[in-house]
């Protein structure tokens, strides 16, 4: 699970039970964070298929997009290190 500290630094959820009550929290916010990025994805898309769309709304989505993007990039890095650490 990531989550950011006060400074917007990432926090990673270190444990060696996958299956304790914070290792299945974090995995429900992963797939949260997962789905709200796929709804972004939606939204961004048809903000550009919309011609007439505006600055505003551009700049919107973009915004969103780019929380989504550092959402799953953290999903990564995390899943990737427990990864690294069940191989070693």
Known sequence: MTVGDLD???CYLSTD???SSLSLLADT???AQLAS???VLAGARAVLADEKAGEF???SALTR???SLEDVIRIAVSRGGRLLERDG
């Open 17 to 19: 039970d996958d299956r």
């Open 29 to 31: 916010v992963e797939v």
């Open 37 to 39: 990025g796929k709804d």
């Open 65 to 67: 997009a780019t929380e």
């Open 8 to 10: 917007g630094r990432p």
């Open 57 to 59: 709304a551009v700049r």
